[in-house]
């Protein structure tokens, strides 16, 4: 009886040990899955445009998240800009966020002399798209506010940035863009894009870190190249271990 009691209680202290071995050992996998884990947002300012069908196309064929910034007026312009609206609301690959309904006329410093006309833009914008969500870019400023965190390029946007912060938007900016390289007359290749993010993931010079906002704008697949470009950019990203594209909305706090 003695024996088989002992038995019993080392039998218990192997399964409790086994246990806490195996708890142990997931949760170091889960945290080194996150702290290895870089999500990347491929956002789209100032459209829509023609060339926006060419990125549904691209969407529909090779499925991956992107967010839209748009513009009310390009909406409204046009039976073509109501009906790109229409195709991305239908499509759940796609987020909508707001960036102004005037785009500030292209005139920015005029723009941001007056915060309570820009937070009008802004509403206006948010009203006339139907949007749902607290997301927003402002027209051309690289700007953030995010959970009491903040970044400005220029200080003439800063009032009308607080003002909407304070209202409980979340205003992103960018950690870099797909640029134009006038050497080589194209946007920049998939393998640059890729290179400069791993950079960036290691210099941990994102407003976040392991979080990369990539600023786009439609035009960029106007053509053929550029467009195999962000097909392989996003075939290359899906290949990468702990890599993944996501949309803004689950863009973390902090
Ligand atoms: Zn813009």
Redesign the pocket.
Known sequence: MGNMRRFLRQKAIFILGSVLIMSTTVKTQALTGQKNSVTIYLTF??GPLHCSWHLLSLIRTNSFPVNV?L?GQQVYHSQEGKDILQSYRDNPLVEIDN??FC?AHRKYKAFYRHPKEVIEDMLLNEDTLQLTNKII?L??RNVWRINGRKRNDLAHAKRAADSLASRGYRIFGWDLEWRYDSTTQSFYSATRMIRWIRQLVESGKTFLPQQIVILC?DPMLQNEYERSQLRLFAGKIKMETDWHLGHLIDYPEN
């Open positions: 300012d100032d910034f513009v960036h102004s785009h870019r027209p051309g704008h």
